[in-house]
């Protein structure tokens, strides 16, 4: 494909614009602390332990969610209602975007859709009961993705996601 010149000018004559680049495409390491648990597992885990809240899904580029996700939210509830002392970090993720930045939210117009989305999970639960002293939030964006690269749509699901971190138990 055509490619930017390095140098600008005349694409044809300064020898710095004749090029090949190499893209190495190499798995991604995780670094997170084993493998991510389920809420059915809440008696093994440990701080530092994730939880990868599967169908927990969002309009797309926006930060309001799905019907189909208020199971998931309302098993977190749960989890977090019968263990009163537990603290957690509630992390969002987005696709489809390189690992420095985040996905636009169409819905406030700035381009922090994984915090927005983290946020939403944030004050649903604090508006269930649960104290907003146990709960903290955070986006991501494309960072730390669970598939790369992307290549379908059920690589760029599971790199769309939120994470709950546990601070606590």
Do not use: W
């Amino acid at each position: 494909g055509m490619l930017m010149p390095v140098v600008p000018g005349s694409a044809l004559g300064i020898p710095m614009n004749r090029r090949v680049d190499i893209i190495v495409e190499r798995p991604v390491k995780k670094k997170n602390s084993g493998t991510p648990r389920s809420m059915g597992d809440v008696d093994k885990l440990n701080p530092g332990d994730r939880i990868v809240l599967k169908n927990l899904n969002f309009i797309g580029g926006r930060h309001y969610l799905l019907p189909r996700s208020v199971p998931t939210l309302d098993s977190l509830y749960e989890m977090l209602e019968s263990h009163s002392s537990m603290v957690i970090e509630i992390r969002g993720y987005v696709c489809c975007t390189d690992s420095m930045s985040d996905g636009a939210d169409f819905d406030v117009g700035d381009n922090h859709l994984s915090v927005h989305r983290a946020q939403a999970i944030y004050h649903s639960l604090i508006e269930r009961g649960i104290r907003s002293s146990r709960l903290s939030y955070g986006g991501f964006g494309g960072k730390r993705p669970v598939v790369y690269p992307e290549k379908t749509d059920a690589d760029r699901e599971a790199n769309r996601r939120v994470e709950i971190r546990i601070v606590k138990k």
